[in-house]
């Protein structure tokens, strides 16, 4: 858990909660759910409940959850930007690639992929984004950084196409 007063400390709050999933049919499916943002303006919308900004799931393909500073990841439309390089390349590159687009405008951001094969990837250029995972032939995994991350992408489900 990262302590409240650091939180305080850094005038920071990203409360959102993002999940991907796959089943063993291999269909995606991706969620965000987000606590908002303190002092912003009434009737603000951020990236999370926009699809194509901080999730989407597309059968074939994968899927993609983010969080992060919402403006920055709608402006660039980050989730859709994730989907279309999961098309050509693996999760892990994918997020990366994300990332590095996300520069143009700043801000922070955690995602986490599935391809369609069901491996995954994940990435942030923030201090911390943790994550969580398990499936049906991996035991369950956490972490609170990438930089905990000791292994190479895993198979959720081998054989999901």
């Known amino acids: 858990m990262i302590a409240t ?11 959102t909660v993002g999940c991907i999933a796959l089943d063993q049919a291999g269909n995606f499916a991706a969620a965000t759910s987000t606590g908002g943002l303190e002092g912003a303006p009434v ?6 409940p926009q699809p194509g900004c901080g999730f989407y799931a597309e059968n074939g393909r994968g899927a ?9 990841i709608a402006r660039m439309m ?12 693996d999760p892990q590159k994918a997020v990366e690639e994300s ?8 801000g922070e951001a955690g995602l986490i992929a599935f391809g369609h094969d069901g491996s995954i990837g994940w990435a942030h250029n923030s ?7 398990a499936g049906s032939e ?13 292994g190479s992408q895993d198979k959720i489900l081998k054989g999901a196409a």
């Open 43 to 48: 009737g603000r919308v951020g990236d999370s």
């Open 5 to 15: 007063e650091q939180i305080k400390k850094e005038g920071k709050s990203h409360d």
């Open 64 to 72: 993609v959850a983010i969080s992060g500073d919402g403006e920055y």
């Open 127 to 133: 201090s911390h984004f943790s994550v969580a995972f």
């Open 99 to 106: 990332l590095e687009e996300l520069k143009k405008v700043g």
């Open 78 to 89: 980050l989730a859709g930007r994730t989907m279309y390089h999961l098309e050509k390349t």
């Open 138 to 150: 991996i035991s369950p995994r956490i972490y609170l950084s990438k930089a905990e991350e000791t």
